[in-house]
């Protein structure tokens, strides 16, 4: 299976302020990766998919890059309601093989 | 908005089954395939199954097959997921969502699935 690692586990920015997390995959993945925000006690909710292309709904301080096996999300200006976790999926292998990350969990600092 | 809901979970010992449901009010499963993707300890998420929108195709996580069945009700809008010879790595969150572009769109609220002695 290709191992999705990303970082940092924790992530403190203050409100207003650029959140930048990161997203590492085991092989090549091309541009088949997603992520998602969950909320406590809320299911994961889709935020951008082919690496770059936000979902229906989705403000545009989210914006997503990278290739093959290097991935990053960013926010530009944190609003109250991005704190939350957020975990990075690839979809290279589809569908037996398609894994997650652990998740980058983003705090208030 | 899509709204899933999921039911059926429970504590179960270990070699023991249960039926979990989806059901989507107001939402046509035809149009799209369906998965049980799983959460444990409110980190690690897992994908579980998919079927596809005609219900003809199936596929499994290593870790379930064999053991789960993922099957669908077109006429009632219903997904279920049949689990067999449930493990203590089987407790988890589960939750069905709806595919679109290979990823996961819309998420139910998660129905919760304890096995233990």
């Known amino acids: 299976d290709i191992v999705m690692t990303q970082s940092p586990a924790t992530l403190s920015v203050s409100p207003g302020e650029r959140a930048t997390l990161s997203c590492r995959a085991s092989q090549i993945i091309n541009s088949n990766l997603a992520w998602y925000q969950q909320k406590p006690g809320r299911a994961p909710r889709l935020l951008i998919y082919g690496a770059s292309t936000r979902a229906t709904g989705i403000p545009t301080r989210f914006s997503g890059s990278g290739s093959e096996t290097e991935f990053t999300l960013t926010i530009s200006s944190l609003q109250s309601e991005d704190f939350a976790v957020y975990y990075c999926?690839?979809?290279?292998?589809?569908?037996?093989?398609?894994?997650f990350g652990q998740g980058t969990k983003l705090d208030v600092k | 908005e899509v709204q899933l809901v999921e039911s059926g979970g429970g504590v179960v010992q270990p070699g023991g089954s249960l039926r979990l449901s989806c059901a989507a009010p107001?939402?046509?499963?035809?149009?799209?395939?369906m998965h049980w993707v799983r959460q444990v300890s409110g980190r690690g998420l897992e994908w579980v199954a998919l079927i596809t929108r005609d219900g003809a195709g199936t596929f499994y996580a290593d870790a379930v097959s064999g053991r789960f069945t993922i099957s669908r009700d077109i006429s009632r809008n219903f997904l279920y997921l049949q689990m067999n010879d449930l493990r203590v790595e089987d407790t988890a969150l589960y939750y069905c969502?709806?595919?679109?572009?290979?990823?996961?769109?819309?998420w139910g609220q998660g129905t919760p699935v304890t096995v233990s002695s």
């Open positions: 107001g939402f046509n499963f035809n149009e799209y395939t």
């Open positions: 969502a709806n595919e679109t572009e290979k990823v996961f769109d819309s």
């Open positions: 999926h690839q979809y290279n292998n589809w569908p037996r093989g398609n894994t």
